[in-house]
T-cell receptor, first 112, second 112 residues
Framework: EDQVTQSPEALRLQEGESSSLNCSYTVSGLRGLFWYRQDPGKGPEFLFTLYSAGEEKEKERLKATLTKKESFLHITAPKPEDSATYLC?????????????FGQGTTLQVKP | DAGITQSPRHKVTETGTPVTLRCHQTENHRYMYWYRQDPGHGLRLIHYSYGVKDTDKGEVSDGYSVSRSKTEDFLLTLESATSSQTSVYFCATNTGVGAGYTFGSGTRLTVV
């Protein structure tokens, strides 16, 4: 069964304190791994797509990396406005449905 | 949330009543999805559509039905609402395999 697990569930950082969020996955035939940011009361917002092991993507203070078993979202020198829930999702299998399987998310709080 | 509108944004309904949530997109995306988001469970797929009148079940489809008579509209119906269906419902679209989702802003449904 395809599965996505995110850790930690919650993370508190001081402003400027770099850290990483983990997304472990077990799937049959990875077709893409996606990172989203979700603010309270809003829908998830797309951040990155990674397709193959070794791939990296960056956006401002965020960098996503991918191995054959997990993905990391590295946050460098975070600011309070980076506080949000970060969701990881995978698209897998041989079908053409485009379905995503989501992890439960990591809630990040960055204190000034 | 550009191009995807969910309605209503908030709804309170009584147990046993039917409820219909609407998702409208202007992206002309082929694929549309309904998810529910609950604490401790993350986003779980209810139903999805891969074209007009083409729909299929997700992992938590019991008690829900969907219809898609036009590319731009995807309706989710709770046939007889129960308290366990109190949740935040998100609609999403994408262009297919390898593409990420675009999400709507969500509908917060409370069944009393």
């Amino acid at each position: 069964e395809d599965q996505v697990t995110q850790s930690p569930e919650a993370l508190r950082l001081q402003e400027g304190e770099s850290s990483s969020l983990n997304c472990s996955y077990t799937v049959s035939g990875l077709r893409g791994l996606f990172w989203y940011r979700q603010d309270p009361g809003k829908g998830p917002e797309f951040l990155f797509t990674l397709y193959s092991a070794g791939e990296e993507k960056e956006k401002e203070r965020l960098k996503a990396t991918l191995t054959k078993k997990e993905s990391f979202l590295h946050i460098t020198a975070p600011k309070p406005e980076d506080s949000a829930t970060y969701l990881c999702a995978v698209q897998a299998g041989s079908g053409n449905t485009g379905k995503l399987i989501f992890g439960q998310g990591t809630t990040l709080q960055v204190k000034p | 949330d550009a191009g995807i509108t969910q309605s209503p944004r908030h709804k309170v309904t009584e147990t046993g009543t039917p409820v219909t949530l609407r998702c409208h997109q202007t992206e002309n995306h082929r694929y549309m999805y309904w998810y529910r988001q609950d604490p401790g469970h993350g986003l779980r797929l209810i139903h999805y559509s891969y074209g007009v009148k083409d729909t299929d079940k997700g992992e938590v489809s019991d008690g829900y039905s969907v219809s898609r008579s036009k590319t731009e509209d995807f309706l989710l119906t709770l046939e007889s609402a129960t308290s366990s269906q109190t949740s935040v419902y998100f609609c999403a679209t994408n262009t297919g395999v390898g593409a990420g989702y675009t999400f709507g802003s969500g509908t917060r449904l409370t069944v009393v």
